[in-house]
């Protein structure tokens, strides 16, 4: 196998452009180590989970159990909980809270920026993003921005109740409109638009990155999947973002200054008439969705990218079809940009156009079933080693596949019309965004760990984190497409006696499983807490992987490459190929290697 | 050197087989439940509820038979490749096959759903309302429906919203002191329809976003403020059921609910008789 070691003993290290940083502070908390910027988005991303995890499980004890107070929660949060007694507007601020941190701090930080941080420029063979300070600001820029949007649980009435996707005029009026919606609301807003900011630096970074810092021989044609994944990603969000923040803007102005961007004329609210005139609510929803579906892929892309890295590593097979698969993600990225308006079908907006977004919405699951059927075909007649990283692999798209099929429902106009506002529609999106992703994030951390800290993690934990976690999401999230069926409506905080009461057997069955899930997630936690103290010291390529993050030691030095800069002769599909170190060429071997059988 | 797994091929091919068992049954299940109907649409009192649960119906099917289909398919490659300590296979034929039986298979289907699908959300939102429909002016507000009849003058009055005040059940902001037209209009806090005749809503909100949604009629639409917005049905049986509101609209969302009563003609000419007295 070909080493760093081995290399530098060959080569004269090349001149580096950083030094390694000095003191604690500069090391690890204002760090320009795109290493350590991962990692803490990934910490950000963790603590963000588990507060919106934690939300869900009181949101789900009280649709169980109505009538009974929550355990606990009245000694944490006696000013909106007295008693554990949850108040309909409580739960719809626990709700906008779990959404806004779930799709934002965590689905959009951790598969994306934190993964990528970190193993983008070592895939590429670079010793840095190409903006560090950028990069810097970005992760503390979205840490200011959760703090900003945590802050407002402590602020009188606390946080907004107007769900992740702010609908004006409810978010735009202040707080006549309900507990929550004047200082949380603007909070929520000012939250936001700091997380754009930190977003718009994250992306021009990648791409900068990507196309500026490649090594000597890593064309397009050899970049892992993954860092095409995240380059796509990037591009995505550039554009996603760039549309959300003037939108925040908008909003806060109408709040704070009296404009009337989304507020139309002669609205009474709380008995107020309201004093503006000729905004437009869809406005707000247009744009708020023009980046919120672009946004389904942000969360999403990075985990296609991470399982076809990691599969062909765990199947010892060449990926099927790469450059297909290339493509398929580069068509999503472009068509995420057309489908939009399926979240607005019954908003008002002409009829007509709901047929216009409904066509590139079905269309964009083509390239989703092409990418699906890959993974498959390279499974087939593979060596497949069960590691956990496979694994969540595996659950990757099992869960994938459930949820984008029951897409294949809500994007027709004519059934959204009946499960719009259901359920069904909290089903799938937890499916294919929130637990497919998740899966990758899983995933992702498996197999990154060694690298990232040095230590293996401990398979036997990862695989009962693996199981109790597969059974978990199924058992939680597939029941809700049954309610969703019967027309059970989601965002209310019970059911009165006359509605929908019947359905309230499977909101406990979903609530246990929903605790069960989470319960499993302390089995993930102990194995972080314990690999990375008690963890088997990890080798360079623990995975016979061939991208070059695994060509330097467990973990980089700071450089990423001790100096050298690394020259690739090989793509990262050479899987069963018979070579000195096995059944793999790693994209650092000499050209001379045997060559690839596919 | 480290093995990246604490397995041996055996134990690998047990977890593979757990995993594809686990995949199997929750796929079959699942499939199971669905096709049971034990949770399923509600019974449909509407003439435009056949078509949506037949486009409901075909999309089952077809996502129903690519779910197991793709679920059994992971399982067993799952189950063939764990463990498996021969050559490796490379997919016969390469990815194009699947490349083109996924374009053809989901194509087709896209097409065939997009065709049927735009024809009934045709008849539900771009085919023009009949003449004899009833007309009826809704209105949402933080948390309560209210529903305005023309009265015996077939007019209704024009709102005002400085003059809203609900305290005084003046819902609307009407102006009967200088509006004839308003003064016999008919407030209600229920929907009351004759059955076997078009029914045209023209919604509007006095403050925030809410939505209209009646499941045994298949209807949902939102209220946008600032937006008049018409939408037409025709009931087709006698019922009572339940319109709730689905736009999150503030902390008594939950509560936001109004009945549909389906009278037959004579009961609903009475019931307007009754009410314009009041």
């Not at chain 1, 490649?214 to 995505?236: Q, V």
């Not at chain 2, 209210?146 to 003059?163: N, S, T």
Request: proline share 7%; with cysteine.
């Amino acid at each position: 196998m070909v080493t760093v070691s081995a290399l530098l003993s060959e080569h004269p290290p090349a001149e580096s452009h950083h030094h390694a940083p000095e003191g604690w502070i500069r090391k690890y908390v204002f760090s320009l180590d795109h290493k350590v910027i991962g990692k803490q988005y990934l910490g950000l991303g963790l603590v963000a989970v588990l507060t919106g995890m934690v939300l869900s499980w009181i949101m789900r004890y009280h649709l169980a159990f109505p009538d009974k107070p929550v355990p606990l929660i009245g000694l944490i949060a006696p000013t909106f909980a007295a008693g554990g007694v949850i108040t309909p507007e409580f739960y719809l601020q626990l709700m906008t809270m779990h959404g806004t941190i779930m799709v934002f701090f965590v689905l959009t930080t951790a598969p994306f920026a934190g993964f990528g941080n970190f193993v983008l420029p070592l895939q590429i063979g670079a010793e840095d993003m190409a903006f560090p300070r950028f990069n810097m600001m970005s992760f503390w820029v979205t840490f200011v921005a959760f703090v900003v949007l945590v802050a407002a649980f402590f602020v009188p009435d606390g946080p907004p109740l107007s769900g992740w996707t702010a609908y004006a005029p409810l978010s735009a009026v202040g707080k006549g409109a309900g507990p929550g919606e004047g200082l949380g609301q603007s909070l929520w807003v000012v939250s936001i638009g700091i997380f754009c900011i930190g977003q718009l630096l994250g992306s021009l970074n990648f791409i900068a990155t990507t196309l500026d810092l490649r090594t000597k021989g890593m064309t397009l044609a050899r970049l892992p999947y993954s860092t095409w994944a995240w380059f796509i990603t990037a591009m995505i969000g550039l554009i996603a973002f760039s549309v959300l923040l003037p939108a925040c803007v908008l909003l806060l102005l109408d709040r704070v200054a009296g404009t009337s961007f989304f507020i139309p004329a002669g609205l009474v609210v709380s008995d107020a008439m309201q004093p503006h005139s000729g905004g437009s609510p869809l406005l707000w929803q247009h744009l708020f969705w023009f980046f919120g579906h672009p946004e389904v892929y942000i969360a999403i892309v990075p985990g296609f990218g991470i399982v076809s890295t990691i599969l062909p590593a765990v199947c010892r097979k060449p990926h099927l079809g790469p450059r297909v698969l290339i493509a398929c993600l580069l068509a999503i990225a472009g068509l995420s940009y057309m489908v939009w308006g399926h979240h607005m079908f019954l908003s008002g907006m002409s009829p007509t156009s709901a047929t216009l977004f409904s066509v590139p919405t079905l269309i964009i699951t083509i390239p989703a079933a092409i990418i699906t059927l890959l993974w498959l075909g390279t499974i087939y007649g593979s060596k497949l080693r069960l590691t956990t990283a496979a694994l969540f692999c595996l659950g990757f798209v099992s869960v994938f596949v459930t949820g984008g099929l029951s897409g294949f429902f809500l994007s027709q106009p004519s059934i959204d019309t009946y499960l719009h506002g259901t359920y069904f529609v909290v089903g799938h999106f937890h499916f294919v965004m929130g637990v497919a992703a998740m899966f990758g994030i899983f995933a992702g951390t498996y197999f990154w760990f060694p690298k990232m800290f040095g230590r293996m993690m401990n398979e036997t934990l990862g695989k009962w984190h693996f199981a109790l976690t597969f059974l978990g999401v199924y058992a939680t999230f597939m029941p809700m497409h049954w309610l969703g069926l019967e027309g059970n409506v989601r965002r209310y905080s019970s059911f009165p006696a006359d509605y929908m009461h019947g359905s309230l057997a499977l909101h406990r069955f979903i609530t246990f499983a929903a605790l069960f899930l989470g319960a499993a997630q302390l089995i993930f936690l102990v194995n972080l807490l314990w690999s990375r103290l008690r963890g088997p010291a990890a080798p360079e390529n623990p995975w016979e992987a061939t991208t070059l993050e695994w060509s330097t030691t467990s973990p980089p030095p700071f450089d990423n490459f001790g100096g050298v800069h690394p020259v690739v002769s090989h793509g990262p599909n050479e899987y069963g190929v018979a070579s000195p170190h096995g059944d793999y060429i790693m994209q650092i071997d000499p050209p001379t290697a045997a060559p690839a059988a596919a | 050197m480290f093995r990246p797994t604490i397995l041996t091929p055996g134990v690998e091919k047990a977890v593979g087989k757990l995993f594809a068992a686990a995949v199997a049954v929750i796929a079959l299940v699942s499939a199971g439940v669905f096709l049971s109907h034990t949770w399923w649409l509600p019974p449909d009192y509407s003439t435009l509820g056949l078509e949506i649960d037949n486009q409901v119906f075909e999309t089952m099917i077809f996502t129903g038979t690519l779910f197991v289909a793709a679920q059994l398919a992971l399982a067993a490659f799952v189950l063939q490749a764990s463990g498996r300590t021969s050559d490796i296979k490379l997919f016969p034929g390469g990815p194009m096959p699947l490349v083109a039986l996924a374009t053809v298979i989901v194509g087709l289907e896209v097409l065939s759903l997009v065709f049927v699908g735009t024809k009934v959300w045709a008849n539900i939102f771009l085919a023009p309302v009949e003449a004899n429909a009833v007309h009826i002016d809704v209105q949402a507000g933080q948390f309560a429906f209210y529903f305005r009849y023309a009265g015996p003058d077939g007019k209704f009055g024009v709102p005002h919203p400085e003059k809203i005040d609900e305290g005084n059940s003046n819902f609307f902001g009407l102006d009967p002191q200088n509006d004839t037209a308003a003064r016999d209009d008919i407030v209600s806090a229920s929907l009351v329809v004759p059955v076997d005749r078009p029914i045209l809503l023209t919604m509007h909100s006095k403050d925030v976003g809410h939505s209209l949604f009646i499941p045994q009629m298949r209807l949902q639409q939102d209220f946008v403020p600032g937006l008049i917005i018409p939408v037409h049905f025709t009931a087709t049986g006698l019922t009572k059921t339940e319109i709730v509101c689905t736009q999150l609209c503030g902390l008594g969302h939950y509560n936001m609910r109004a009945y549909l009563e389906v009278l037959s003609k004579d009961d609903f000419a009475k019931w307007l008789t009754d009410q314009a007295g009041q």
